[in-house]
């Protein structure tokens, strides 16, 4: 994965709580003193953010774990990566050839024969719902609103948890529509005892990979990527882009 899984879940969560939150305060408390809490206890963690041992463990279901052991865990194996352009390039021009390169090569390999069957489902479902985790959340909300310009509501959240629990309620009168660009948007969330629930929603993805999605998983859209972090939002909206238009093409007047 570009990112790895305690980032994601963070950052949705920093992204999507209200000010002075509790999830909000242990977020923030967690991000800012990693080194310092790899092997503290649940009690240690929860006095150090002023809350208690339950809105902790509360904090961890939230956001997708399993408990305290799994979050400690994690705090150990996490690591942060940031991608940077060689010091010896023009950093602007570097930058602008990068983004384009990426562009053509995500547009020049996505099959149009699946973007117009998801322009068809967008336009017989009445009930759709589009999400994506960080980044990808922008290509989710892009489309949302491009397609309200177009008559079609699309709905959409911020918060991961809240996504998740929306995919699990949704029926068989609702179409999914997530944005990932490693295919690994099912892969932060323990869906075991879940899977049963996921079958009733038609899923489409749209995703820079090959790799296998999971069963319950309909349909996808795929284009070619390097798997960096630099082309990353680029060319999911550059696919978003390409969605939308192909739907104003088939169906608006």
């Keep these: 994965m570009i990112y790895d899984k305690l980032p994601v879940v963070f950052l949705s969560t920093l992204a999507s709580e209200k000010k002075d939150s509790t999830n909000k305060i242990i977020a923030e408390y967690i991000l800012s003193?990693?080194?310092?809490?790899?092997?503290?206890?649940?009690?240690?963690?929860?006095?150090?953010?002023?809350?208690?041992?339950?809105?902790?463990?509360?904090?961890?279901?939230?956001?997708?774990?399993?408990?305290?052991?799994?979050?400690?865990?994690?705090?150990?194996?996490?690591?942060?990566?940031?991608?940077?352009?060689?010091?010896?390039?023009?950093?602007?021009?570097?930058?602008?050839?990068?983004?384009?390169?990426?562009?053509?090569?995500?547009?020049?390999?996505?099959?149009?024969?699946?973007?117009?069957?998801?322009?068809?489902?967008?336009?017989?479902?009445?009930?759709?719902?589009?999400?994506?985790?960080?980044?990808?959340?922008?290509?989710?909300?892009?489309?949302?609103?491009?397609?309200?310009?177009?008559?079609?509501?699309?709905?959409?959240?911020?918060?991961?948890?809240?996504?998740?629990?929306?995919?699990?309620?949704?029926?068989?009168?609702?179409?999914i529509i997530v944005f990932s660009y490693t295919g690994s948007y099912f892969d932060y969330q323990d869906f075991r005892a879940k899977e049963k629930h996921l079958i009733l929603p038609k899923i489409w993805m749209i995703c820079g990979t090959q790799k296998e999605m999971p069963w319950f998983v309909d349909h996808v859209i795929r284009f070619d990527s390097t798997g960096s972090q630099r082309s990353h939002p680029f060319q999911l909206e550059a696919a978003e882009s390409l969605i939308v238009q192909t739907y104003a093409r088939m169906y608006a007047e």
Excluded: P, W
Aim: glycine content about 4%.
């Design 33 to 175: 003193h990693q080194d310092e809490i790899r092997n503290i206890s649940i009690k240690e963690l929860a006095d150090a953010c002023h809350v208690g041992t339950g809105s902790l463990s509360r904090f961890v279901r939230d956001i997708g774990l399993n408990d305290f052991a799994e979050l400690r865990m994690l705090l150990g194996d996490t690591f942060y990566r940031f991608e940077k352009a060689e010091k010896k390039t023009d950093l602007a021009e570097d930058q602008s050839r990068y983004i384009s390169r990426s562009v053509e090569q995500a547009l020049s390999s996505i099959d149009m024969k699946t973007v117009e069957m998801l322009a068809k489902d967008m336009h017989d479902y009445k009930k759709i719902y589009a999400c994506g985790m960080l980044k990808a959340q922008n290509a989710a909300v892009d489309l949302s609103v491009d397609m309200c310009m177009l008559g079609k509501l699309i709905s959409t959240n911020t918060a991961y948890a809240d996504q998740i629990d929306h995919i699990l309620k949704a029926g068989k009168e609702d179409l």
